[in-house]
């Protein structure tokens, strides 16, 4: 099985760790850009595109005999086949590209076709990694639970409830979460927090993924905090 991985460093470094290089009889190519020849893609089996989101019109670019793995927290499946006015897409999965979150023993993937779910099975069980199939909506599970999760912290320290540290604890001994909220935030990125509760409130208008002004204050600050 041939492999095209697209995506910037830090996630090629997180693929790396989940999918060590060396499985027999799989090989992989990594790249950094959206851009790719004819030949590229000619020569691969399956892409996992940590990118499409950013740029919906390149699913084009996936003929329907390419089995496509697209980066998903905040983009609907049907969406994107939508936004790039296809009738007949690839074999096209979505699945959680969040940092700290591809790296787990669970890969949590949604399915464009249910009837692809064999497919699904066959990449999964050669590169060794069990998964989860969720719902196509924007956000998928544990994305739109941690943010919103997160997002609520923010609510908390906003109105000088409790501190990050206290914040962090309270979470730990209360729900036996391995980490805080904030914790998870550091690791997952505040600004890809901000874009997933961006993406699902305007996809639901629901009040609880509405943004915590603190929140976005720190987002448009470049994400720094301490924990």
């Known amino acids: 099985?041939?492999?095209?991985?697209?995506?910037?460093?830090?996630?090629?470094?997180?693929?790396?760790?989940?999918?060590?290089?060396?499985q027999e009889g799989i090989?992989?190519?990594?790249?950094?850009?959206?851009?790719?020849?004819?030949?590229?893609?000619?020569?691969?089996?399956?892409v996992f595109d940590f990118l499409l989101h950013e740029q919906p019109e390149r699913l084009n670019e996936y003929g329907p005999d390419k089995v496509v793995f697209?980066?998903?927290?905040?983009?609907?499946?049907?969406?994107?086949?939508?936004?790039?006015?296809?009738?007949?897409p690839c074999t096209l999965?979505?699945?959680?590209?969040?940092?700290?979150?591809?790296?787990?023993?669970?890969?949590?993937v949604s399915l464009y076709n249910p009837a692809d779910d064999s497919k699904l099975k066959e990449v999964c069980d050669a590169l060794g990694t069990d998964y989860l199939v969720v719902d196509d909506r924007?956000?998928?599970?544990?994305?739109?639970?941690?943010?919103?999760?997160?997002?609520?912290?923010?609510?908390?320290?906003?109105e000088n409830t409790a501190s990050i540290e206290d914040i962090d604890l309270g979470m730990k001994l209360g729900t036996n979460y391995p980490k805080g909220p904030f914790e998870w935030a550091k690791q997952i990125g505040i600004a890809h927090v901000y874009q997933v509760l961006a993406a699902v409130y305007d996809d639901t208008k629901e009040e609880r993924y509405k943004i915590c002004p603190l929140l976005k204050t720190t987002y448009l600050r470049g994400g720094q905090f301490e924990v």
């Open 27 to 46: 090989t992989y190519t990594f790249l950094e850009r959206h851009q790719m020849a004819d030949q590229q893609l000619d020569a691969v089996d399956v």
């Open 1 to 22: 099985m041939r492999i095209l991985v697209l995506s910037g460093p830090e996630m090629a470094a997180e693929f790396k760790q989940k999918f060590p290089e060396g």
């Open 70 to 88: 697209c980066h998903a927290a905040t983009v609907q499946l049907a969406a994107l086949v939508k936004q790039a006015g296809l009738e007949q």
């Open 93 to 108: 999965f979505g699945f959680n590209g969040l940092p700290s979150l591809f790296n787990r023993e669970v890969l949590e």
């Open 138 to 158: 924007v956000g998928m599970v544990t994305p739109r639970m941690l943010c919103m999760l997160i997002n609520e912290a923010f609510y908390t320290l906003q």
